[in-house]
């Protein structure tokens, strides 16, 4: 059974880091499209940057640009998000996301989704 876990989310002063963590099962992420999104309240929900199976990075938010790294460790069947210089702009809750063939970085791109995990920037 296909299944995304996201962690690492908590709350942070502005200029802090976070690195959120998911952890998949029933999927070899190695071998899919990779995303990361969030949604903050009353807000759509927006992409933050995507990688394919090859390891290159597309679709990234101009917004997160230079600031947000996405990684991979395969031998944990996990993907990373790597978030520096947070802003309370930033606040949102996060989601991962997989795709066996993500043509665009857009929700509609992707099948399989975590529950998301809370960020909350602020001082």
């Known amino acids: 059974q296909r299944q995304l876990v996201e962690s690492g989310g908590g709350l942070v002063q502005p200029g802090g880091s976070l690195r959120l963590s998911c952890v998949a099962s029933g999927v070899t992420l190695r071998y899919w499209d990779v995303g990361w999104f969030r949604q903050a309240p009353g807000k759509e929900r927006e992409a933050i940057l995507c990688?394919?199976?090859?390891?290159?990075?597309?679709g990234s938010a101009d917004s997160v640009k230079a600031r947000f790294t996405i990684s991979r460790d395969n031998a944990k069947n996990t993907v990373y998000l790597q978030m520096n210089n947070l802003t309370p702009e930033d606040t949102a809750v996060y989601y991962c996301?997989?795709?066996?063939?993500?043509?665009?970085?857009?929700?509609?791109?992707?099948?399989?989704w975590g529950q998301g995990t809370q960020v909350t920037v602020s001082s």
């Open positions: 996301a997989a795709e066996g063939g993500a043509t665009q970085c857009r929700e509609i791109d992707f099948g399989a």
């Open positions: 990688q394919s199976s090859s390891g290159g990075n597309f």
